[in-house]
């Protein structure tokens, strides 16, 4: 379990090792567990999945950072 002050950071970190080695199914899974808005629209893009962009977009952009 992640119990760091950013937990959703290491989830991205995570993902993109994942993504960087092929892997983008699971990148994308991994993504989902975080529960981040950033999170989903990166899944939402490594599943070229655009009723998941959607989901994701619609959602509060309260403390995304760019």
């Given at each position: 379990?992640?119990?760091?002050e950013?937990?959703h950071?290491?989830?991205l970190?995570?993902?993109g090792?994942?993504?960087?080695v092929?892997?983008?199914q ?24 655009t009723?998941l ?7 509060s ?6």
């Amino acid at each position: 379990m992640i119990r760091n002050e950013l937990p959703h950071e290491t989830y991205l970190e995570l993902a993109g090792w994942y993504r960087s080695v092929g892997l983008n199914q699971d990148a994308a899974k991994v993504l989902e567990t975080a529960r981040h808005n950033r999170g989903a629209v990166l899944a939402a893009y490594l599943r070229q999945d655009t009723k998941l962009l959607a989901r994701a977009t619609a959602t509060s952009p309260a403390c995304v950072f760019p």
